[in-house]
């Protein structure tokens, strides 16, 4: 089964506001990733987060890791209906296998 | 810098056939994975390969299998094709800061 889960399941909101989507892992991590996916296409990466970081940012885009809890957040401000997409979180494990451990998505609606 | 390829971009087989599906990395990059993302669902992890040898497999039957070429280059194949195997199917390359580049997918359909 898939170890990262996704929260929420889709969003829909405003041009202009803000969205906040939650990812939620169960092992240990190397580091964290977002990713994007535009209508059943190929996945575009976003941001990558190390396990010793706790917030990073890349433009419009914030992400929080909270190896603790084994939880994230890609925050996602000022939206703009071309994010409208999937997002998921990838996770690589501590194992060293460099295996992604991929999500299930919040599928996101930005409406103008 | 070219991206991530892969052919075709759709195939349709019928249940029992034999599917090939091809990627190509970016350049110098030596690891490839393959992932199976039914309609609608996350990222199922199928393959990785990396220097040309299998390093990891996700939960799936044998009749999938691969290989990776002495250029890098990749391919998937799903013998004995069953309906559930109607998917798309993603290749991404990696650099050496564990991102990973994605190919637009070969969407696959069995009849």
């Known amino acids: 089964s898939q170890q990262g889960e996704e929260d929420p399941q889709a969003l829909s909101i405003q041009e202009g506001e803000n969205a906040t989507m939650n990812c939620s892992y169960k092992?240990?991590?190397?580091?964290l990733q977002w990713y994007r996916q535009n209508s059943g296409r190929g996945l575009v990466h976003l941001i990558l987060?190390?396990?010793?970081?706790r917030e990073k940012h890349s433009g419009r885009l914030r992400v929080t890791l909270d190896t603790s809890k084994k939880s994230s957040s890609l925050l996602i401000t000022a939206s703009r209906a071309a994010d409208t997409a999937s997002y998921f979180c990838?996770?690589?494990?501590?194992?060293?296998?460099?295996?992604?451990?991929f999500g299930t998505g919040t599928r996101l609606k930005v409406l103008a | 810098e070219a991206g991530v390829t892969q052919s075709p971009t759709h195939l349709i087989k019928t249940r029992g056939q034999q599917a090939t599906l091809r990627c190509s990395p970016i350049?110098?990059?030596?690891?490839v994975y393959w992932y199976q993302q039914a309609l609608g669902l996350g990222l199922q992890f199928l393959l990785w390969?990396?220097?040309?040898?299998?390093?990891n497999r996700g939960n799936f039957p044998p009749r999938f299998s691969g290989r990776q070429f002495p250029n890098y280059s990749s391919e998937l194949n799903v013998n004995a094709l069953e309906l559930e195997d109607s998917a798309l199917y993603l290749c991404?390359?990696?650099?050496?800061?564990?991102?990973?580049?994605f190919g637009p997918g070969t969407r696959l359909l069995v009849l």
């Open positions: 390969y990396d220097e040309g040898e299998e390093r």
């Open positions: 991404a390359s990696r650099d050496d800061r564990e991102t990973q580049y």
């Open positions: 350049s110098g990059h030596t690891s």
């Open positions: 092992t240990s991590i190397n580091n």
């Open positions: 990838a996770t690589v494990p501590t194992s060293g296998t460099y295996k992604y451990i």
């Open positions: 987060i190390r396990s010793n970081e």
